[in-house]
């Protein structure tokens, strides 16, 4: 039996990860760690959380005392647990400070003192900022994030290389286009435009939409990770991409035709401040060493995830009447 700590398995890609351990495999136990902030949810694990393979722990990983807990005879981390989205940094990087970096170096040092035998640190391609209309991000690309997310997340991945360095830990880094697919948040772009078309709501576009995103399916990443845990070779990175690269006004132009709504439901707002034009991942390294290729057609996904919005109402109306009425109306000006 493998012994894993999952941390933030409650969010969006976390929570798609355990299901996936869960259900492909039955030898592994896994243990998660979540703060549960505003994105961390339960509900997202209701369908496992009764296996016997799995146990929740409500904590902080920069909390260092319940991190040495949860860490303890562990085979593996994996760290989703962050503050996640460029719109809430740029009004307040503080927590993602505290919860990406410290949380991080908390973690990391658990790992050494508890002898957890490997490290795998769940980043994203925004670490190497904005691309150009050619070329792509590839593992050398050179470090070099815009919003106080991606900094925070691309001094989490230089803690990560400086312990791999210093101390000889066995660790990865993955590095992950933008995801989409079920229980995702609906405060980005796919799950937002979404719940609001369902509702005959405006969808606001930062300014002329013409920013080009790589998407790729939630589970395409999951295996991905799953891939690296087995048979990544030790202190490397891998980048890894949906090699689906559109602008978000053509990500919209899918939705309304996929939910037969007016493109009078396309509202332009006023630009994101420092809204990266361009990523896209080049993936050739996981694709050779690992064998890895994404495989779920984003035409086919995205029309599975509007479904699953739609047969999840529930869900998403518990989250609209949350903390996210505050939030849509401090960054649209609008109630949600
Ligand atoms: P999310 O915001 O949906 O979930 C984050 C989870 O972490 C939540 O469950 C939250 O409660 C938990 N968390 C936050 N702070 C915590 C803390 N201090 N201690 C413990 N738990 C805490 O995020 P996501 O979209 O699932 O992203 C997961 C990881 O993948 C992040 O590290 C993110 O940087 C990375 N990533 C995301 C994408 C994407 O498109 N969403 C792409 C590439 C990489
Ligand atoms: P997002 O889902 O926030 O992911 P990221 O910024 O991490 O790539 O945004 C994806 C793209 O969609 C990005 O170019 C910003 C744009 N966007 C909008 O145009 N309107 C919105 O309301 C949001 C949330 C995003």
Known sequence: MFQV???????????????HLLTTRNDVVVTNLDKLTYAGNPQNLADVADK?????????????????????????IFNFAAESHVDRSIHDSTVFVRTNVLGT???????????????????????????????????????APNSPYSASK??????????????????????????????QFPEKLIPLFITNLLRDQAVPIYGLGRNIRDWIHVL???????AVWREGKPGATYNIG????????????????????PH??????????????RYAIDCSKIKSELGWRPQIHFDKGLHETVRWYAEHSRWVEEIRNGEYRNYYQKQYGQVA
């Open 264 to 277: 009078s439901l396309i509202c332009h707002v006023v630009d994101r401040p420092g809204h990266d034009a």
């Open 105 to 143: 170096q908390v973690l990391l040092d658990a790992a050494r003192e508890m002898h957890v035998s490997r490290y795998i640190q769940i980043s994203t391609d925004e670490v190497y900022g904005s691309l150009g209309p050619t070329g792509y991000f590839t593992e050398e690309s050179r470090i």
């Open 52 to 76: 016997p393979r799995y146990q929740f722990i409500e904590g902080d990983i920069a909390d260092a005392k319940i991190v040495r807990v949860a860490a303890r005879k562990k085979d593996a």
């Open 154 to 183: 691309a001094a989490a991945d230089l803690l990560v290389q400086s312990y791999i360095h210093t101390f000889g830990l066995n660790a990865n880094i993955t590095r992950c286009s933008n995801n989409y697919g079920p229980w």
């Open 242 to 261: 949906g090699e689906c690269e559109l602008t978000n006004m053509q990500v919209t132009e899918k939705l309304l035709a996929i939910l037969a709504k």
């Open 5 to 19: 700590l999952v941390t933030g398995g409650c969010g969006f890609i976390g929570s798609n990860f355990v299901r």
């Open 220 to 226: 395409d990443h999951c295996t991905a990770i799953e």
